[in-house]
């Protein structure tokens, strides 16, 4: 070992010529160790590896703050979307409390929110003031993600708002197709609703649970409202008779007709003929007996037409 060190060191130690010669003038002789162009070329590789390792941290850091910069904007374009959502929502408050307000429902001043809507949408508030009022390198994943969460509830919210709107304007729609509006038929009433006296004589009062309308043999009848019809035939006393179920507690009931045009389970629509003017049945003559039911009680048909 000792051999080799004492043969390395006078190797190093040994002086080398290095001979110069220019194109132009004398050439000229360098006489230096070997160890000096060794510590030459250590120190030129580390002066080349430093200028490598700087350029490339450089290079990274003007990468970074690059990409710092797009996820900087990325964030603005995202807080600006959030706060033009924020502002639809917004709309659709108004809106929702207008077709409430348009419908006649209950929420038209007030929405159907929980008592302490207020109170929260004044948290929502300042939460999103706060998040906008930072400077972008002070915001955190935390608060979008906060805020975010609070537009989602507020969509849910108002999404279940418009479904409620939309199944009540559904039933409310298929509610008016089925309550009785029409007359019956054109021909003038002759009976109204509630007591009179017996048309057969009788020296009694008795309940007129509809309307007469008395006209012209065959004369035609509609249905009043849409619905199903329930029965179609002879009915004592009534005779020749139809019974629709207009559904929402309604139901109307057609007597003394002929040349009946519908049977039980027909789907009929407001303004169909379902009959003519007749006297079948305890009649004194050719007219059209109407009676309108409401939940279970007969009701006066004249509520039900102009």
Do not use: C
């Not at 108004?94 to 929405?111: A, E, P």
């Amino acid at each position: 070992m000792r051999k080799i060190i004492n043969s390395l060191s006078r190797t190093l130690g040994e002086r080398v010529d290095i001979l110069i010669m220019p194109r132009l003038g004398s050439s000229y002789k360098v006489k230096v160790r070997i160890i000096t162009l060794v510590l030459l070329g250590v120190l030129w590789l580390i002066i080349t590896l430093g200028s490598l390792f700087f350029f490339v941290r450089g290079y990274d850091y003007h990468i970074t703050k690059a990409d710092n910069q797009l996820m900087r904007l990325k964030m603005r374009l995202i807080a600006d979307e959030l706060e033009r959502g924020r502002h639809y929502l917004e709309l659709t408050h108004d809106t929702d409390k207008q077709m409430r307000q348009m419908l006649g429902m209950s929420g038209g001043k007030f929405i159907n929110l929980p008592k302490d809507w207020k109170t929260e949408k004044e948290k929502e508030d300042k939460l999103a003031q706060n998040l906008f009022s930072k400077d972008l390198k002070d915001l955190s994943t935390q608060d979008f993600e906060s805020y975010i969460d609070v537009i989602e509830n507020q969509a849910k919210m108002r999404l279940s708002s418009f479904q409620e709107i939309a199944w009540y304007y559904a039933n409310r729609r298929e509610g008016f197709h089925s309550t009785p509006s029409i007359r019956p038929s054109s021909a003038p009433i002759s009976s109204g609703f509630g007591y009179r006296l017996d048309p057969f004589g009788k020296r009694s009062s008795k309940r007129h649970n509809g309307i007469d309308f008395a006209g012209k043999p065959d004369s035609p009848i509609v249905v009043t409202a849409d619905g199903v019809v329930r029965h179609a035939g002879w009915v004592p006393s009534y005779g020749q008779a139809i019974l629709v179920d207009h559904g929402f507690g309604y139901s109307t009931l057609y007597a003394h007709t002929t040349q009946i045009q519908v049977k039980a389970g027909d789907v009929v629509k407001r303004g169909d003929k379902i009959a003519t003017m007749g006297s079948s049945g305890r009649s004194t003559g050719t007219h059209l007996h109407y009676e309108v039911w409401k939940d279970g009680q007969a009701v006066n048909p004249r509520n039900y037409f102009k």
